[in-house]
Antibody, heavy 123, light 108 residues
Framework: QVQLQESGPGLVKPSQTLSLTCTVS??????????WNWIRQPAGKELEWVGR???????DYNPSLKSRVTISIDTSRDQFSLKLSSVTAADTAVYYC???????????????WGQGTPVTVSS | DIQMTQSPSSVSASVGDRVTITCRAS??????LAWYQQKPGTAPKLLIY???TLQSGVPSRFSGSGSGTDFTLTISSLQPEDFATYFC??????????FGQGTKVEIK
């Protein structure tokens, strides 16, 4: 059974960098055909896709966040990480990591998710 | 970005009812649409992908249909464990993937 687990600080000060790590177990992060995503959800609001990374290291980001986001991967540890710089209160949300898959060159959903970790941006 | 609009925002229903939720995309997304179920305090669960393909392990009372800009999620006979919020997600135009605002299914 594939499991994902987020970890990182739950409180970040404005203008600082939010850093989270997702640890994958039950499957290798190098498994072909999958990619690894960060998705966030402000309280009571819709989900927002932040970005993704492949085992190769190739990454894609939401254009609305691209200037502030970096996603990296450590295949030796089956982990991938999110860094979001210059945070404001608008970045307060539950952050999820999730596995994605493409078929016919299109995403067919995010099938495994972490439990989510709440992050609050506040001084 | 493609905007996804769900209706209704909430629906009250009883156990055994048939429930239909709609999702409309601001542009054609072909059949590349997924549906998720989310219960309070938990991560979303993938129910359907490619508009109508049931994810492994999901009960057959859930079904999806549609293509282009208009999609529906149907629960044929609502069960107690189905009271939750449901989201759609488009996967045709990337980046970014975008989600609907959610539809809350409540007990009548």
């Amino acid at each position: 059974q594939v499991q994902l687990q987020e970890s990182g600080p739950g409180l970040v000060k404005p203008s600082q960098t939010l850093s989270l790590t997702c640890t994958v177990s039950g499957a290798s992060i190098r498994s072909g055909g999958y990619y690894w995503n960060w998705i966030r959800q402000p309280a009571g609001k819709e989900l927002e896709w932040v970005g993704r990374i492949f085992a190769s290291g190739h990454s894609d980001y939401n254009p609305s966040l691209k200037s502030r986001v970096t996603i990296s991967i450590d295949t030796s540890r089956d982990q991938f990480s999110l860094k979001l710089s210059s945070v404001t209160a608008a970045d307060t949300a539950v952050y999820y990591c999730a596995r994605g898959e493409d078929r016919d060159y299109h995403n067919v959903g995010f099938d495994y998710w972490g439990q989510g970790t709440p992050v609050t941006v506040s001084s | 970005d493609i905007q996804m609009t769900q209706s209704p925002s909430s629906v009250s229903a009883s156990v055994g009812d048939r429930v239909t939720i709609t999702c409309r995309a601001s542009q054609d997304v072909n059949r590349w649409l997924a549906w998720y179920q989310q219960k309070p305090g938990t991560a979303p669960k993938l129910l359907i992908y490619a508009a109508s393909t049931l994810q492994s392990g999901v009960p057959s009372r859930f079904s999806g249909s549609g293509s282009g800009t208009d999609f529906t999620l149907t629960i044929s006979s609502l069960q107690p464990e189905d009271f939750a919020t449901y989201f759609c997600q488009q996967a045709n135009s990337f980046p970014p993937y975008t989600f609907g605002q959610g539809t809350k299914v409540e007990i009548k």
